[in-house]
């Protein structure tokens, strides 16, 4: 019974160990399953951007950006399960602060990062300069150096006025900072260098007449030194002109910088008497421009161009152009000297002596109608030397010459010819008349303001001539008349 009992006992035992085995794995299961789910960390995503948040990119270069990482729990997803917009505002070719911005979809969900790029001149500028060494003078240890140079930057162009030039022991420095505030220098070695001479001019000619007991202007010279600084004041005059007495003095005009003296002289002539014409010693560089056959279509424009630099001239006018004779008036109100070429400039008036006086009169009638009085001056047409008149009256010319000179006219050729009749084109005109002029002390130009060519040129032969010292004048009755051989 005992036994028995005791074995069902045993049985009944087992089955509440199984029993409990099976609540203990149960509970172990269920436990294991709760765990598992409370926790599990929950999945994290990131946009993480490649490099720093902020960038700086040196203007006009390319930007190219560093990209991103896109992360679930530090694992990055590839770029292929992503949908990326990339939103880029960045502008390399003007300075500023600008955007580059990523925007990621993954799983239905939004991510951005934004970039800060500053596009920024970080280049500084380049000076340049082909001088290897600086030549220093004493003048210019205060002064402005003789350095040529450029300077340019890469966003403000060209900046060479902004370069300033320091002097620093053995050596110059240039220096020059951009708007961005890079700055370069560089350095030139200078080599103390022998200063060269002063320069010094005269003002007025080197020869001056004077006529006896009249009085003598002293009008100086001008300087400068080696360094282009003017000096004027430093120059030292010696010597004097005595017009009481004829003879023949100098004046010495020295002028010192640094180590070295420049000296000019000046010869003043004090003369007695009458100086004749046509080469008077104290009428030296005097041109007369005289302008034949007009007026015509371009004498208004030349008026213009005489009247600009105040330069006088004389007009053998005709009455070929009926349009333009009125002009006569202006180029007398005007200062210019009126004299008489010919009525119709036709060769018959060479048929005689009274056909060339009547055509004369008749000119000089329409003269006095614009300028309220006639003239005394006139030029044969082809000059006094032409050979055309023989062809129509033997002796013609020889025979008006003394005909008009007896009346108290007076008849002017040249000594200087433009060639313009002849078809000489603007530069030669110029050359002509520039290279005439120069060997004269007084010259009588030929020119025709019926001309184009002569037209065009003539500013620039008053420029030569107003740059170089001559005296533009007009003609009158004691001018020098310059008469050529007549041969008729
Ligand atoms: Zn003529």
């Known amino acids: 019974m005992r036994r028995v009992k005791r074995k069902f006992i045993k049985i009944n035992d087992v089955y509440v160990e199984i029993t409990r085995i099976i609540l203990a794995l149960f509970l172990f299961t269920i436990s294991m399953?709760?765990?598992?789910?409370?926790?599990?960390?929950?999945k994290t995503y990131s946009l993480v951007l490649n490099g720093n948040t902020s960038v700086d990119v040196s203007i006009k270069n390319d930007y190219t950006d560093a990209g991103f990482k896109f992360l679930e729990n530090n694992k990055k997803i590839e770029a292929n399960e992503l949908k990326i917009n990339v939103?880029?505002?960045?502008?390399?070719?003007?300075?500023?602060?600008?955007?580059?911005?990523?925007?990621?979809?993954?799983?239905?969900?939004?991510?951005?990062?934004?970039?800060?790029?500053?596009?920024?001149?970080?280049?500084?500028?380049?000076?340049?300069?082909?001088?290897?060494?600086?030549?220093?003078?004493?003048?210019?240890?205060?002064?402005?150096?003789?350095?040529?140079?450029?300077?340019?930057?890469?966003?403000?162009?060209?900046?060479?006025?902004?370069?300033?030039e320091k002097i620093d022991a053995n050596k110059v420095?240039?220096?020059?900072?951009?708007?961005?505030?890079?700055?370069?220098?560089?350095?030139?070695?200078?080599?103390?260098?022998?200063?060269?001479?002063?320069?010094?001019?005269?003002?007025?000619r080197e020869i001056v007449y004077v006529k006896q007991n009249e009085t003598y202007i002293e009008e100086g010279a001008i300087a400068f030194d080696a360094c282009e600084n003017k000096i004027d004041d430093e120059v030292k005059i010696e010597g004097s002109v005595d017009t009481t007495k004829v003879g023949t003095y100098e004046i010495k005009y020295s002028v010192t910088?640094?180590?070295?003296?420049?000296?000019?002289?000046?010869?003043?002539?004090?003369?007695?008497?009458?100086?004749?014409?046509?080469?008077?010693?104290?009428?030296?560089?005097?041109?007369?421009?005289?302008?034949?056959?007009?007026?015509?279509?371009?004498?208004?424009?030349?008026?213009?161009i005489l009247k600009k630099y105040n330069v006088k001239a004389t007009f053998f006018v005709t009455n070929q152009f009926k349009a333009y004779?009125?002009?006569?008036?202006?180029?007398?109100?005007?200062?210019?000297?009126?004299a008489i070429h010919t009525l119709t400039h036709k060769w018959s008036v060479y048929d005689s002596v009274e056909t060339y006086i009547k055509d004369f009169n008749d000119m000089n009638n329409i003269v006095e109608q614009y300028t309220g009085s006639k003239t005394n001056l006139f030029r044969f047409p082809g000059g006094s030397s032409n050979t055309i008149s023989r062809g129509h009256s033997k002796g013609v010319v020889s025979a008006i010459a003394n005909e008009m000179t007896k009346r108290g006219y007076v008849y002017f050729d040249w000594n200087v010819d433009s060639n313009d009749a002849a078809g000489a084109n603007s530069s030669q005109i110029y050359s002509n008349v520039t290279t005439g002029i120069s060997k004269r002390h007084e010259s009588v130009v030929l020119m025709h303001d019926i001309k184009r060519s002569t037209i065009d040129v003539i500013e620039d032969i008053i420029v030569y001539g107003l740059n170089n010292g001559y005296t533009f004048d007009t003609l009158n009755v004691s001018s020098p008349t310059v008469h050529h051989h007549i041969n008729n």
């Open 33 to 42: 399953f709760l765990s598992k789910s409370m926790f599990q960390p929950r």
């Open 87 to 164: 939103k880029n505002d960045v502008d390399t070719n003007n300075l500023g602060q600008y955007a580059y911005t990523y925007e990621v979809i993954y799983k239905n969900t939004t991510y951005t990062a934004k970039r800060i790029v500053n596009v920024v001149d970080n280049i500084p500028p380049v000076i340049k300069t082909d001088m290897q060494q600086v030549e220093l003078f004493s003048c210019q240890k205060d002064g402005k150096l003789n350095i040529e140079y450029s300077a340019e930057d890469n966003y403000d162009g060209v900046i060479t006025d902004k370069v300033k």
């Open 173 to 204: 420095i240039l220096s020059v900072v951009d708007s961005s505030g890079n700055e370069t220098t560089k350095e030139i070695p200078i080599v103390e260098t022998e200063e060269p001479s002063p320069k010094i001019s005269l003002n007025g």
């Open 257 to 304: 910088s640094g180590t070295k003296t420049s000296v000019k002289t000046r010869t003043v002539i004090v003369y007695d008497g009458i100086i004749n014409n046509p080469i008077s010693p104290n009428r030296d560089k005097v041109v007369y421009l005289t302008f034949d056959d007009g007026p015509g279509r371009y004498t208004e424009e030349l008026l213009d």
């Open 325 to 338: 004779v009125p002009l006569i008036k202006r180029e007398h109100d005007e200062g210019h000297s009126i």
